[in-house]
DNA sequence: TTTATATATGAATGCATGTTCATATATTCA
DNA sequence: TGAATATATGAACATGCATTCATATATAAA
């Protein structure tokens, strides 16, 4: 792993050492980089309000459609997104295709941003 | 708050008042979208190292300069965005613009995440 | 006051992404 | 087998966003 400290920026509160240190517990690079895949696939009101929804219920594809105001296609899109990530997965039933969250840390995510969304009111 | 469903789609899983209520459940739309945004902030490798950093430790922005490979300007731009959404705090010291967490909930949310990427990997 | 440093901001650009439309596949039922 | 329903996928368009460059503001040092 690189660490790298661009000195030739030269500010006079930078400590060598600790900075060095800091930057090696970063988390790696691709890690930091799913991390950020995750949160931007959370970052759709439509995927967002999918995940509410599975949270409650597992889903058919047909039941989102009756419930949210985009197309069909634009669902399995963001279906599809999500399963991409692990947020939900699937099991075939006959002809329809039921969604449920993917496991606990799903849905502690989603609450915990709401709390904070909710108890912080800019 | 509206709740509306579509019923033109006649799906035939749908359990009418069920789905009524949960549509009901769902965090009313400025909620979601307010989420949605946090998320969106989230989502970036360079906003993502800048919390994991002060994560650590308070930093001034030159501090973060040298710790990142990309441009002061870019770095201001995201801490105005990271600001924006009361995700970080500046404190005046001296010349110096000293940021810090918000609070734990920030760091609860990159740790959860973190926690879900690292555990599944697909 | 002049100079240097620290930070912020605006404009421009390039890239990614969400949605829709059109269509393909798959499964059930007649 | 054929028709209808359920879901998935590809292309296209429009929008949004992150970064850089250039520059402005602000604070300190000389």
Redo the contacts between chains.
């Keep these: 792993m690189h660490v790298?400290?661009?000195?030739d920026?030269n500010?006079?509160?930078?400590n060598v050492s600790?900075?060095d240190e800091?930057?090696h517990?970063?988390?790696d690079a691709n890690?930091?980089?799913?991390?950020?895949?995750?949160?931007?696939v959370?970052?759709?009101?439509t995927r967002?309000?999918i995940l509410?929804?599975l949270a409650?219920?597992e889903?058919?594809v047909?039941?989102l459609?009756?419930?949210?105001?985009v197309t069909?296609s634009a669902i399995s899109h963001s279906l599809r997104t999500l399963r991409?990530?692990?947020l939900v997965r699937v099991k075939k039933e006959g002809r329809?295709a039921v969604y449920h969250i993917?496991?606990d840390?799903?849905k502690?995510?989603?609450d915990?941003?709401?709390?904070?969304?909710?108890?912080?009111s800019?």
């Excluded at 790298?4 to 000195?7: E, P, R």
């Excluded at 959370?42 to 009101?45: A, E, G, M, N």
């Excluded at 915990?112 to 912080?120: D, G, M, Q, R, Y």
Aim: glycine share 0%.
């Design positions: 790298h400290i661009f000195m920026k500010c006079p509160r930078v600790l900075l800091m930057i517990n970063l988390p890690v930091i980089t799913r991390i950020s895949t995750t949160f931007q959370l970052q759709s009101d967002l309000k509410f929804l409650q219920k889903m058919c047909c039941e459609d009756c419930a949210l105001d069909q991409q990530l692990d329809f993917a496991d840390h799903v502690a995510l989603i915990l941003c709401k709390e904070h969304v909710t108890e912080c800019p």
